[in-house]
């Protein structure tokens, strides 16, 4: 079997679906140059809980730990490849795409996207971001 690793990080949330349970997922998992990171949304890495009701600021936070799972990995923010976002209300999405420029602006290009209007399955939390990546080699 090829090279496959689990990745976790104290720098980005993990929670359990339920109270008291452990998700059934790792934060990312890298095949061979690849990182795959599991959905993370705006939840403070240390309390576990919504950073703020305020949208940008959630987009902000989620974009935050999604790139602490891609350099975990071994990543960085440039190496990310594609992201898929989840936005609960569409109200929101010329907010969410001011912040994702601001993010991504100093990057050499913007990754690949797409974007869902879904619900996140966590009350208030109103955005989550996925993403593929590539390793950094030295």
């Not at 929670?15 to 959905?39: E, K, M, R």
């Not at 949208?55 to 975990?72: D, H, I, K, S």
């Not at 999405?93 to 290009?109: I, L």
């Amino acid at each position: 079997m090829t090279d496959i690793r689990p990745v976790s990080t104290r720098n980005a949330p993990t929670v359990g679906f339920s109270t008291g349970t452990a998700a059934p997922l790792s934060q990312a998992i890298v095949h061979g140059d690849t990182i795959y990171c599991s959905g993370t949304g705006p939840l403070d890495p240390q309390t576990r809980t919504i950073v703020s009701d305020d949208f940008a600021e959630q987009v902000r936070q989620t974009l935050t730990n999604l790139v602490a799972v891609v350099e975990a990995a071994g990543g960085s923010r440039e190496s990310i490849l594609k992201c898929t976002c989840f936005v609960r209300d569409v109200a929101n999405f010329p907010v969410f795409n001011a912040v994702y420029r601001e993010f991504f602006e100093g990057n050499p290009h913007f990754p690949a996207r797409t974007t869902v209007i879904a619900t996140p399955h966590r009350a208030g939390v109103q955005v989550e971001v996925e993403c593929i990546a590539a390793v950094v080699r030295p």
